[in-house]
Structures are given as structure tokens and as C-alpha cells.
């Protein structure tokens, strides 16, 4: 949090990374290609902005988990700033601390809204 409050005072901006899981590479490719454009271009605008303010999170056995709309789509991401911040890295989502940095997202998986959870 304390590096979130700082780039809201000081307006500086973070730059995020991008990782993407074996699972949401498969569920990426079988998307037909104007809907991954769009999606692509999405998750691009999203890391340029602040992808807190952009994304929602998620409760229960999902926590550290953040989802992110676009169209009839969902996205399943995590950020390592926030999971890294909260102590539950390893355990939500199987890396070490150590793999990851603080300005990393990794994409965990994607599908139609209503069949995602």
C-alpha cells in the first residue's frame, strides 16, 4: 500500500509486466482474433493506467485475485504488488516471492462472463 499512496502523491506512475499463465495462453488463442485484438489492447491500456482502478477484486477462496471486464469477457489477474502486500503470494497462487516482482501481473485465465468462476 505505502507504494500505491506514494504514486498517488508524487502522480508517479508504475510500470507493470505483463505474465501470462499456460492456462490463459490456450484460453487466449481459442478467442476468435477481432475479440483478442480488443482484449489485447485492453489488457495493454491497462497497465499503462492503474490497473487497481481498472480491475475489482475478488472474495473468498479467490482472495488475491483480481477480475477485469472487457465485453462479454472476463479476466482472472493478479497483482504481485497487492498479494506481495497482504503476505499471501504463495499461497494463493503457487509462486515464490522470489519469481516475482512487485510490478508484475500475472494473467490467469480467461472466459465468458457467466462460465468464468
Request: a positive charge; charged letters at 35%; one cysteine or more.
Given at each position: 500500500m505505502y507504494i500505491a499512496r506514494l504514486?498517488?502523491?508524487?502522480?508517479?506512475?508504475?510500470?507493470?509486466r505483463l505474465l501470462k499463465t499456460k492456462r490463459f495462453k490456450k484460453d487466449f488463442k481459442l478467442l476468435d482474433?477481432?475479440?483478442a485484438?480488443?482484449?489485447?489492447?485492453a489488457l495493454d491500456d491497462l497497465i499503462i493506467g492503474n490497473p487497481y482502478k481498472e480491475t475489482g477484486p475478488l472474495q473468498g477462496p479467490f482472495r488475491c485475485k483480481r477480475k477485469f471486464r472487457k465485453g462479454k469477457y472476463r479476466?482472472?489477474?493478479?497483482?504481485c504488488e497487492e498479494c506481495m502486500n497482504k503476505?499471501?503470494?504463495?499461497?494463493v497462487n503457487g509462486c515464490q516471492g522470489?519469481?516475482?516482482?512487485?510490478?508484475?501481473?500475472?494473467?490467469?485465465?480467461?472466459?465468458l462472463r457467466e462460465d468464468v468462476y
Open positions: 504514486r498517488r502523491t508524487c502522480h508517479l506512475r508504475l510500470t507493470y482474433k477481432p475479440i485484438e480488443r482484449i489485447d489492447k479476466v482472472i489477474l493478479t497483482i503476505g499471501d503470494c504463495r499461497i522470489s519469481k516475482h516482482s512487485r510490478n508484475d501481473i500475472i494473467l490467469l485465465w480467461i472466459d
